[in-house]
């Protein structure tokens, strides 16, 4: 069956330290993939997406992923975090069905940042 | 911007009310979803809708029913409240353009029911 998987439950870094947050897809074709973020009291709120192309992919506040078909994984990256990322981030899958589009989100990831 | 509203962001209901949620979109959407949202357990589909008197099942609907009988507005309606419904319910919407798969989101409904 398709599924996302997010490895991390909850991360903690120093404001300024490199992220990384992982996201592994199971799917036979290419997904279009997404990163979400969600803090806290808001709803959701796309960071960036992949479709095709150039397999890495710019987002806002400053946030990146690369795709990597070998691996099956979208991992999004920031080179230097800041207290306020310190959000619930969210890997996202489309799988084009036939009539539709069905998203699957992966389980989330807790970002804590310590000042 | 796209604005996805939703009726209260805070419901305390108890165990065998019928409880509607409201969600309504400004951007002449075709598709919205209704979604739970439980730790460790991401977002989970519950309906979804791609157009007007449209529904189709997600993931998780037992329990729960749908009713978009205009195009911005897609209620979510809990026949009969049972604890274990107890959820942060988020509802989405996205358009049909192509190349438009974003879901924008509401800031989501935090329903108790005791």
């Known amino acids: 069956a398709q599924s996302v998987t997010q490895p991390d439950i909850h991360i903690t870094v120093s404001e300024g330290a490199s992220l990384e947050l992982r996201c592994n897809y199971s799917y036979g074709a290419t997904p279009y993939l997404f990163w979400y973020v969600q803090s806290p009291g808001q709803g959701l709120q796309l960071l960036l997406k992949?479709?095709?192309?150039?397999?890495l992919v710019q987002g806002i506040k400053g946030f990146e992923a690369e795709f990597k078909r070998s691996q099956s994984s979208f991992n999004l990256r920031k080179p230097s975090v800041h207290w306020s990322d310190a959000a619930e981030y969210f890997c996202a899958v489309i799988l084009r069905e036939t009539s539709y589009d069905k998203v699957i989100f992966g389980p989330g990831t807790s970002l804590s940042v310590i000042p | 911007d796209v604005k996805v509203t939703q009726s209260s962001r805070y419901l305390v209901k108890r165990t065998g009310e019928k409880v509607f949620l409201e969600c309504v979109q400004d951007?002449?959407?075709?598709?919205m979803f209704w979604y739970r949202q439980d730790p460790g357990l991401g977002l989970r589909l519950i309906y979804f809708?791609?157009?007007?008197?449209?529904?189709e099942k997600g993931d998780i609907p037992e329990g729960y029913s749908v009713s978009r009988e205009k195009k911005e507005r897609f209620s979510l309606i809990l026949e009969s409240a049972s604890t274990n419904q107890t959820s942060m319910y988020l509802c989405?919407?996205?358009?049909?353009?192509?190349?438009?798969?974003?879901?924008?989101f509401g800031p989501g409904t935090r329903l108790t029911v005791l």
């Open positions: 992949y479709f095709s192309g150039d397999t």
């Open positions: 951007m002449d959407h075709e598709n």
């Open positions: 809708s791609y157009d007007v008197k449209m529904k």
């Open positions: 989405a919407s996205t358009s049909n353009l192509a190349g438009a798969d974003t879901q924008y």
